[in-house]
Every structure is written in C-alpha cells, then in structure tokens.
C-alpha cells in the first residue's frame, strides 16, 4: 500500500523558506515521478513543481521558478520541496502526489496522494 506523508509546512512571513518533505512508504520513490500540488482556498489544485525518476527533469510552475527547488533523495525515499523567497500567494495547502506511468504536471495523472501540509505566508 502506497503511502505519502508531507510534512514542513507551517507559518512563515514573506521573504522566509521553508523546506517541504514528501516520505514514501510501501513504494521505492526512484521509480516514481513526484508532483507537488498546492490549492488555495476557492482556487483549483496546481502543480508547482514535479521531477522524473532519475532526477534529471523538472518542471516548475512559472510564478515559482527561481524560488522553489524540487529534488529527491532516494536514500531517504524521499522528496523535497524547498522553498525560498515566500510571498503571500503562495499560501495553500501543498500536497505530494507520484505516479510511475511518464512525466507529468497535471494532477489527474497521479494517482497516489499525501494528505497535505499547510503552508501560510504572512506579509
């Protein structure tokens, strides 16, 4: 049984970083493409980042590039998100998903989810 378990959210304000942590149970991660999505209250799910198998591609969502920084430790069956340069709107609940079929950005090619980590940026 697959099981994904975020953790590093929390309160910080604008300007600060945080470092976001994706664990894998019952998977090994390096197979594994890893997306991470984030939803604001009244706005659809997104994905912020994500990154391939090898490591070797990512994907950024355009108002994040610069800032956040997606990579994996396979060691550990772990991904990271860290996230540097936090403004207001990045406010959201951050969610990890994976999915072993290619890569993706798009939330309905992954079909195993964290249960979300808040994260609130204050101004």
């Known amino acids: 049984q697959v099981q994904l378990v975020e953790s590093g959210g929390g309160l910080v304000q604008a300007g600060g970083s945080l470092r976001l942590a994706c664990a894998a149970s019952?998977?090994?991660?390096?197979?594994?493409?890893v997306g991470w999505f984030r939803q604001a209250p009244g706005k659809e799910r997104e994905c912020v980042a994500a990154?391939?198998?090898?490591?070797?591609?990512?994907y950024y969502l355009d108002s994040v590039k610069g800032r956040f920084t997606i990579s994996r430790d396979s060691a550990k069956n772990t991904v990271y998100l860290q996230m540097d340069s936090l403004k207001p709107e990045d406010t959201a609940v951050y969610y990890c998903?994976?999915?072993?079929?290619?890569?993706?950005?798009?939330?309905?090619?992954?079909?195993?989810w964290g249960q979300g980590t808040q994260v609130t940026v204050s101004p």
């Open positions: 019952g998977i090994t991660f390096s197979g594994y493409t």
């Open positions: 990154i391939n198998p090898s490591g070797t591609n990512t």
């Open positions: 998903a994976a999915q072993a079929i290619f890569f993706s950005s798009k939330s309905k090619d992954f079909g195993s």
